[in-house]
């Protein structure tokens, strides 16, 4: 088995007296997918958050690539570049063109040529099936289709790792599909994915690896047909009643 | 005494000598106190402490005294006590843009503030740095919002320069009152000036409207 890419260890994160994490240990390599699931309020946003900085960690430790990103004075920007986030509200930038929403960031750092970033932009909305979309304000676009450019500009960035943070729950339902389709078919081109998802279809078919977080722990983990064929734990079970 | 209107049309060309003055401070002050606004607005809307606590103290300050007053210390007070000469045209250019730096930076902060901190979140996931998220992701979105409460404030600071006519700036109200002092015509003189402002902010509000309208 390959090196982990991300490596979490004994990660606690509380907000003032509210504990949402607690010693949570996890890890993920190359090319692996892994759905994180729980009820609201269990902590899987603000997990995600803390792997990517967004939330600084009360205690423990994250490695991405082998080295310590928690520690004071690792480079936040380069972890940022390399490992990207889709939102559970997309978070486009409504004064920008579909376009310009991809090309933003890789302009403003410089990654390559005006032309070339282009040529790479169009390339990505081809691959989320928005090609004609190129000129149109976000505003524009169904939930679906905005959430489907937030992918391709995340994508923009050549990240090794994209974050998912139920990147469907703000959709209505008919358009869940779409947006399913272009992460299924990241997962297979080889993308290290962490989704929270609340779509256990999925959780179950897409994945390698299923967490499922409550209170703040991690209460069972497995691959997915072992956790939802046959959860051990007792709340898993009830979840997953309640959801399925 | 009876009135003689003819005063009010003949003392115009001099009213419209004030009026390039009037222009000149409330557009020169503006944009001094549209960058100290911005400046101002961002020291209002970031984490460090003590920039944050002297910019409030500078909100304060003008909020808490009027313009008038400032404008007096500006032009006597300051250059008295530091020993130097300030024209009165420099000093009712800068009352006017400290004057009016201090309420665009709220209007900057408030704007600031409405964005939703999904789109620095988006800009900081994708690796840009605080300055680029701030100046291609928040400020262009802000200053759309800040658009309407911008051109309410310029309006306000074309009427504010009226009341520099104290330290003797050659503007509208100063020419007028210098027309009254000659003539004597108070009514008819001060008629014709309060004719021009309503005329001029009518006029700007107009223009001011039909390019919040181009923006949108
Ligand atoms: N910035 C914050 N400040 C204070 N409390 C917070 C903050 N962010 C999250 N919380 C609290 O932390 C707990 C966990 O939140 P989190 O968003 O991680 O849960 P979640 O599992 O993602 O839930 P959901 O399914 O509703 O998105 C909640 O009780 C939430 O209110
Ligand atoms: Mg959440």
Redesign the pocket.
Request: aromatic share 6%; hydrophobic share 45%; with cysteine.
């Given at each position: 088995m390959s090196e982990a890419i991300v490596k979490v260890e004994n990660l606690s994160k509380a907000?003032?007296e509210?504990e949402?994490?607690r010693d949570i240990n996890m890890e993920v390599k190359e090319g692996e997918v892994i759905s994180v699931i729980?009820?609201?309020?269990?902590?899987?946003?603000?997990?995600?958050?803390c792997i990517n900085l967004l939330?600084t960690p009360n205690s423990g430790t994250i490695t991405y690539e082998g080295n310590i990103v928690t520690e004071k004075g690792y480079d936040r920007r380069k972890l940022h570049r390399e490992i990207g986030m889709v939102f559970?509200r997309f978070n486009l930038f409504p004064h920008k063109s579909v376009i310009d929403n991809i090309m933003l960031a890789p302009r403003k750092l410089k990654l390559g040529a005006k032309e070339e970033l282009r040529e790479q932009a169009m390339e990505l909305l081809a691959k989320v099936g928005l090609e004609s979309k190129a000129d149109e304000m976000p505003g524009n676009l169904s939930g679906g289709q905005q959430q489907r450019v937030a992918i391709a500009r995340a994508l923009a960035m050549k990240p090794k790792v994209l974050l998912f943070?139920?990147p469907t729950?703000a959709l209505d339902p008919e358009l869940v599909g779409e947006v399913l389709k272009v992460m299924q078919n990241l997962a297979e081109d080889g993308m290290t994915m962490i989704v929270?998802t609340?779509e256990m279809g999925f959780a179950r078919e897409v994945s390698d690896h299923v967490i499922f977080?409550e209170g703040?722990y991690i209460v069972e983990e497995g691959k997915p047909k072992d956790v939802f064929a046959a959860p051990r734990n007792e709340r898993t079970k009830k979840f997953l009643a309640s959801v399925l | 005494m009876e009135l003689q209107w003819s005063y009010t049309i003949s003392v115009i060309p001099t009213l419209l000598k004030g009026l390039k003055m009037t222009m000149l401070i409330a557009v020169l002050g503006i944009l001094l106190g549209f960058a100290i606004g911005l400046l101002v607005g961002l020291a209002r809307s970031g984490k460090n402490k003590i920039i944050y606590r002297i910019a409030g103290v500078y909100v304060a300050i003008i909020r808490g005294t009027p313009l008038m007053v400032q404008a007096l210390y500006l032009y006597f007070a300051i250059p008295m006590m530091l020993d130097f000469e300030l024209p009165a045209l420099s000093a009712g250019i800068i009352a006017i843009g400290l004057n009016s730096g201090a309420y665009i930076s709220e209007i900057v902060r408030g704007a600031i503030q409405s964005i939703d901190i999904g789109q620095h979140e988006a800009g900081e996931c994708l690796g840009l740095s605080k300055f680029q998220i701030m100046t291609s992701i928040i400020l262009p979105q802000a200053l759309k919002i800040m658009l309407p409460s911008l051109c309410n404030q310029f309006i306000i600071s074309v009427k504010d320069t009226s009341l520099l006519t104290v330290i003797g700036v050659a503007e509208m109200t100063h020419q007028a009152t210098q027309a009254v002092s000659s003539t004597f015509r108070t009514v008819e003189i001060y008629t014709a000036l309060a004719l021009m402002y309503f005329i001029l902010n009518t006029i700007l509000s107009f223009l001011l409207s039909k390019l919040e309208r181009r923006m949108k």
């Amino acid at each position: 088995m390959s090196e982990a890419i991300v490596k979490v260890e004994n990660l606690s994160k509380a907000f003032g007296e509210l504990e949402v994490l607690r010693d949570i240990n996890m890890e993920v390599k190359e090319g692996e997918v892994i759905s994180v699931i729980g009820p609201s309020g269990s902590g899987k946003s603000t997990f995600l958050r803390c792997i990517n900085l967004l939330e600084t960690p009360n205690s423990g430790t994250i490695t991405y690539e082998g080295n310590i990103v928690t520690e004071k004075g690792y480079d936040r920007r380069k972890l940022h570049r390399e490992i990207g986030m889709v939102f559970q509200r997309f978070n486009l930038f409504p004064h920008k063109s579909v376009i310009d929403n991809i090309m933003l960031a890789p302009r403003k750092l410089k990654l390559g040529a005006k032309e070339e970033l282009r040529e790479q932009a169009m390339e990505l909305l081809a691959k989320v099936g928005l090609e004609s979309k190129a000129d149109e304000m976000p505003g524009n676009l169904s939930g679906g289709q905005q959430q489907r450019v937030a992918i391709a500009r995340a994508l923009a960035m050549k990240p090794k790792v994209l974050l998912f943070d139920e990147p469907t729950s703000a959709l209505d339902p008919e358009l869940v599909g779409e947006v399913l389709k272009v992460m299924q078919n990241l997962a297979e081109d080889g993308m290290t994915m962490i989704v929270v998802t609340h779509e256990m279809g999925f959780a179950r078919e897409v994945s390698d690896h299923v967490i499922f977080m409550e209170g703040g722990y991690i209460v069972e983990e497995g691959k997915p047909k072992d956790v939802f064929a046959a959860p051990r734990n007792e709340r898993t079970k009830k979840f997953l009643a309640s959801v399925l | 005494m009876e009135l003689q209107w003819s005063y009010t049309i003949s003392v115009i060309p001099t009213l419209l000598k004030g009026l390039k003055m009037t222009m000149l401070i409330a557009v020169l002050g503006i944009l001094l106190g549209f960058a100290i606004g911005l400046l101002v607005g961002l020291a209002r809307s970031g984490k460090n402490k003590i920039i944050y606590r002297i910019a409030g103290v500078y909100v304060a300050i003008i909020r808490g005294t009027p313009l008038m007053v400032q404008a007096l210390y500006l032009y006597f007070a300051i250059p008295m006590m530091l020993d130097f000469e300030l024209p009165a045209l420099s000093a009712g250019i800068i009352a006017i843009g400290l004057n009016s730096g201090a309420y665009i930076s709220e209007i900057v902060r408030g704007a600031i503030q409405s964005i939703d901190i999904g789109q620095h979140e988006a800009g900081e996931c994708l690796g840009l740095s605080k300055f680029q998220i701030m100046t291609s992701i928040i400020l262009p979105q802000a200053l759309k919002i800040m658009l309407p409460s911008l051109c309410n404030q310029f309006i306000i600071s074309v009427k504010d320069t009226s009341l520099l006519t104290v330290i003797g700036v050659a503007e509208m109200t100063h020419q007028a009152t210098q027309a009254v002092s000659s003539t004597f015509r108070t009514v008819e003189i001060y008629t014709a000036l309060a004719l021009m402002y309503f005329i001029l902010n009518t006029i700007l509000s107009f223009l001011l409207s039909k390019l919040e309208r181009r923006m949108k």
